[in-house]
């Protein structure tokens, strides 16, 4: 098949749903597959505001970054992988293909209304993506006649509510790059969490359930890591990693933590969780969505309602209070984890993608 990955322009630092879309495109490329991964400045659709402020400002970004697209230096991209840079979507340059991906609400819509053929597009989604726009757009997207791929059971049962042709491919953890190195039973009281700026990722949250803890066990270190600036005035017991690398994060964060700390108000699935999960870190989170299809409160994680920082800090409390339990938690949770393979995903994933390809070629047999 020839598949086009279209996507928005990147600036080159980690990302958990970019990182997942990469790893199945060396994964297609693998199996035989033509894969070009197109990174468009502009995704103008009717129900944008300010649409010519917007595509002036998308117009100067388009120059200015067009030359840093050609290239992902923190990801290690199939050789055959072919990225381009465009400013927007022309359909004319998509007729040879066999599949087009679509990564977000915005370029689902931007692609249906440029007039081309919605029965050759799969629609990524990776998370309720009213986070980032009005409700409103985000479930037009959601209802438009393309296949949806969605990554959590949670997501499943809410995009179907707007359209029934969603196939669930649950996200995984890649075991050779996230396994534990330090043993579980050894490990002092050290909590990890990300920061984010993002009002969903819960990180103050997070700080507020934090800072009782330390009120409890004066030793805690905190390692908070992200690819944004540090946040101001971080108490002295949190270390804070910025741009931290996969080995760094493995070995540094990860592997160093009795707890991983979970705080989303509204999560896709917390790639971070489950990569700190395989490590050996007990989770304490939110019950954020995403979290579901792989904490059971009581065996592999212990749950939350979302915004109770008391409720995170009583139950990184009681993991430190009870080793064995904390160690029970981070075992029970591992097992878990260590099923979600990249192969199961991969293949689902390819094979969704294979029967969408078969439905429209036998649909243009009939004609």
């Known amino acids: ?82 990225l381009k840079a465009k400013y927007n979507f022309n359909k004319s340059s998509y007729q040879n293909s066999d599949i087009v991906i679509a990564f977000d609400y ?51 049962n809410l995009v179907t509510e707007y359209d029934n042709n969603v196939s669930l491919v649950k996200n995984y953890v890649r075991t050779e790059d996230f396994y534990v190195s330090n043993p579980i039973s050894n490990r002092k009281h050290v909590v990890s969490l990300i920061n984010h700026p993002n009002k969903y990722k819960g990180t103050k949250t997070g700080l507020k359930a934090l800072e009782l803890v330390h009120n409890v066990f004066p030793d805690l270190q ?26 760094k994060l493995r070995e540094k964060v990860y592997n160093q ?48 309602n979302v915004g109770d920082y008391q409720g995170l800090a009583d139950s990184i409390i009681s993991l430190f209070e009870d080793n064995d339990k904390r160690i029970q938690i981070a075992n029970s949770g591992l097992a878990l984890v260590n099923e979600l393979t990249f192969i199961s995903s991969a293949t689902s994933f390819e094979r969704i993608l294979l029967k969408v390809a078969r439905k429209k070629n036998n ?5």
């Open 363 to 367: 649909s243009n047999d009939l004609r």
């Open 222 to 247: 905190v390692l908070m890591f992200g690819n944004f600036q540090e946040p101001s005035n971080l108490p002295s017991y949190v270390k804070y990693i910025l741009r931290a690398n996969q080995d």
């Open 106 to 156: 915005g370029i689902a819509l931007h692609i249906s209304e440029s007039n081309y053929d919605l029965s050759k597009v799969v629609y990524m989604i990776q998370g309720d993506e009213k986070v980032y726009n009005v409700e409103k757009i985000v479930r037009v997207a959601w209802s438009l006649p393309v296949q949806k791929i969605v990554v959590a059971s949670w997501l499943y």
């Open 1 to 82: 098949m020839n598949i086009s990955i279209i996507m928005r322009f990147h600036d080159d630092t980690p990302s958990g749903g970019r990182k997942i879309i990469y790893d199945y495109a060396n994964y297609l490329i693998s199996k035989g597959h033509n894969v070009e991964i197109v990174f468009l400045a502009d995704v103008p659709y009717k129900l944008r505001k300010h649409n010519i402020i917007k595509k002036l400002a998308h117009y100067i970004d388009f120059f200015r970054r067009f030359k840093h697209q050609q290239t992902v230096s923190w990801f290690g991209l199939h050789r055959n992988a072919v």
């Open 257 to 304: 933590s009795s707890v991983f700390l979970f705080t989303s108000v509204l999560e896709g699935w917390g790639l971070v969780a489950t990569e700190a999960m395989a490590c050996g870190a007990a989770l304490v989170s939110t019950r954020n969505g995403g979290v579901e299809d792989f904490g059971i409160d009581e065996k592999t994680a212990l749950l939350n």
